[in-house]
């Protein structure tokens, strides 16, 4: 009960997104999954509510090997600008949109369009301060933007990791384990647009994480025919990056230590880890996987 045990997790698919200070104009992402990120993936997959407490799986010990560490990826976005179809609720929640759609005429030689049907040209653009009407709930904005917007998000571009939680209970780790084969909800490496390929979960292993990263290949990168065995890959020195159970001088913490989650993003506090440049031995345990 009291030997640490360590749950590994692959975290591979075609995009990861694992932001750390992202805002609506630009999404940033870290180069490598933030402990926050995979707290919260494993929430997901066991069902708990978003404020719920995190309990026990916030205290598992943290650390990553980048096996492929990806290539950065810039995704250029516009939001809004242009041709906007009117809805009857833009007109309700807007006295702008409302009054420009009075003096909207319809194209020569058409008819007006039915309610909701009209458009209005370089009109729509994305709505600022979303809050919902005290009176009737619905969403308002207070600020409407007639201008297209630019932003920018960034990914990790084929990028696969092997992440460790390490914790003496090896029971907790493997109904989380069963819960990543099994989720309750949908999952995400990062972000919606991320979903994961393949297996998740790779099984719950005795030792510390060192140990761990030391004693499992690489993960494979191309899928074998049915029945041919995985071929170990243990000649790459991979980096890991592995939390320290105390604080450390001279080195900055990152703050994805998760405390709570909630529509407000929730809380995060300080955590220390240090970085391993990982030797693989040579009789390392190869994979059996879903790719």
Known sequence: MNDPHVLLVRLAGPLQSWGLTGRFARRDTHTRPTKSGVIGLCAAALGLAREEPLGELAEVRFG??????????????????????????DLLTDHQRAAKAVTASAPEGTEPGPFGRGELEAWYGSPKY??????SGALVSGEVRRHALITE??????????????????ALLERIANALEHPKRLLWLG????????????????????????THALL????????????PVTDVRPWAWIESLRPLSG?????DQPVRFGADGGVHSLRWETRHRITIASDAR??????
């Open 286 to 291: 190869g994979w059996d996987i879903i790719l």
């Open 251 to 255: 080195i900055g913490p990152p703050s």
């Open 153 to 170: 998000r960034w990914y990790l571009a084929d990028a696969a990791f092997l992440v460790g939680l390490e914790h003496p209970d090896a």
């Open 130 to 135: 979303v809050t919902a009407d005290p009176t």
């Open 220 to 231: 494979p990168e191309d899928p074998c025919y049915e029945g041919e065995p995985q071929a």
């Open 191 to 214: 972000r919606k647009a991320c979903p994961p390929s393949g297996d998740l979960a790779l099984g719950v292993v005795p030792g510390t994480l060192r140990e761990v990263f030391e």
């Open 64 to 89: 990553v090997r980048a096996d492929r560490p990806g290539t950065p990826l810039r995704d250029y976005h516009t939001v809004g600008g242009g041709t906007y179809p009117l809805r009857p609720r």
